[in-house]
């Protein structure tokens, strides 16, 4: 088993409106899939994987109530507001809460990318596991196949990102937000990515990435539409 990585945390983007689902009545890291919030999928997996020593949730005024619902789930009431304490049975790994100021993808990234720098007791280099709060189907398997290639010294770039093949989201019936021809394969985003802090002050600073390609529907199953949410409630229930 893989153990808790050495200035190594978690970041969930979980601060969007999650218009394409169109549900006016639920905000998005709380869409229930067999009746658990799809949110609670992903924080679970990071914290079963144990290869983190903070898993940061970002959250904003379009998330109000998922704030409250972490507070309620996973809280030690006696930690603070912003520093959300979890139980002994995950070790010494805690849950932060911060909020972003909504302006979009880049811009809140820049800005939790620097939180978790002042976060950091080191003050240094750190590597920041980078993922969505709408890949319901993660487990902490996958975290730690992910994290191990990661931090295998195989790529040289500070942003790596984990990607799948556009013909297996085909082949499920699920969208693709972005995708890129690599050598010759359409390739598309999961939302997954590994950030090496080290001399990075801005995202826009990036400007190599290396790839992690997998194939696997644990990773592929990004739910954006109606459609999308279908195809996790099937795959979940196949997987249980």
Do not use: Q
């Amino acid at each position: 088993m893989m153990m808790m990585m050495d200035g190594m945390m978690a970041l969930i983007m979980a601060g969007g409106r999650g218009s394409r689902l169109a549900m006016k009545n639920e905000e998005k890291p709380l869409v229930k899939i067999n009746g658990k919030p799809m949110i609670s999928y992903v924080i679970d997996a990071l914290l079963r994987s144990k290869c983190f020593n903070t898993v940061t949730v970002a959250l904003s005024r379009n998330t109000l109530r998922t704030r409250r619902y972490l507070m309620d789930e996973y809280a030690d009431h006696d930690a603070g507001y912003g520093d959300v304490a979890i139980g002994k049975c995950y070790g010494n790994c805690k849950i932060r809460l911060v909020d972003t100021p909504a302006h979009g993808y880049v811009l809140d990234l820049n800005s939790l990318i620097l939180d978790c720098r002042d976060s950091d007791d080191r003050h240094g280099y750190y590597n920041i596991f980078i993922t969505p709060a709408d890949l319901p189907l993660i487990d902490e398997h996958t975290v730690r196949y992910i994290v191990g290639m990661a931090t295998s010294r195989r790529y040289n770039s500070a942003w790596i990102a984990v990607m799948t093949k556009k013909a297996l989201l085909d082949s499920l019936g699920i969208s693709c937000n972005e995708c890129i021809d690599y050598n010759g394969s359409m390739l598309c985003y999961t939302g997954i990515s590994i950030v090496d802090t080290r001399g990075i002050r801005m995202v826009p600073a990036v400007i190599d990435e290396d790839h992690i390609i997998l194939d696997d529907i644990r990773v592929a199953v990004n739910v954006n539409t109606l459609e999308d949410l279908k195809v996790a409630e099937r795959m979940l229930r196949r997987m249980m």
